[in-house]
């Protein structure tokens, strides 16, 4: 599960979270929800690593997301509000985007996104943007 206590982030211009002391509970689905401004975003960014958070703590299966973000991140999967695929991406940048994601880092990221763009047959257009296939929709 999930456990907040005092989670907050202070930036420049202000406090972003004001001190989040949440549960969510192991094995269950849960949702965030909130009006604009709420905090939403800055607390997925800190419980991801992606901000460190100004004070407090939080912890994901019992992992600190302060000292133990490495290990937290190989059990995280992403989920995007819109749209997986990146315009601006090849197919070998976006494997290696979402096997960096999953912990795979240097020669074994690059020889396991080439393997998989070959096994999908996508090979000869691994340097292509994503965003460039459109033009072969019509």
């Not at 800055?42 to 133990?68: F, Y």
């Not at 396991?112 to 943007?129: G, I, K, N």
Request: glycine share 14%; hydrophobic share 45%; proline share 4%.
């Amino acid at each position: 599960g999930v456990r907040t206590v005092g989670l907050r982030k202070v930036w420049p211009r202000g406090v972003a979270l004001h001190g989040l002391d949440l549960e969510m509970a192991p094995g269950q689905i849960s949702g965030l929800l909130g009006a604009n401004g709420a905090g939403k975003t800055t607390t997925i960014s800190m419980l991801t690593g992606l901000i460190p958070p100004s004070a407090g703590g939080a912890t994901i299966d019992g992992l600190s997301i302060r000292t133990q973000m490495n290990a937290i991140r190989l059990s995280l999967g992403v989920c995007p509000q819109l749209n997986v695929i990146f315009d601006t991406l090849t197919p070998l940048q976006h494997l290696m985007l979402y096997g960096a994601l999953k912990g795979l880092g240097g020669e074994a990221l690059f020889q396991a996104s080439t393997r998989l763009l070959s096994s999908v047959m996508l090979s000869e257009r691994a340097h292509t943007c994503a965003g460039a296939s459109r033009a072969f929709e019509l």
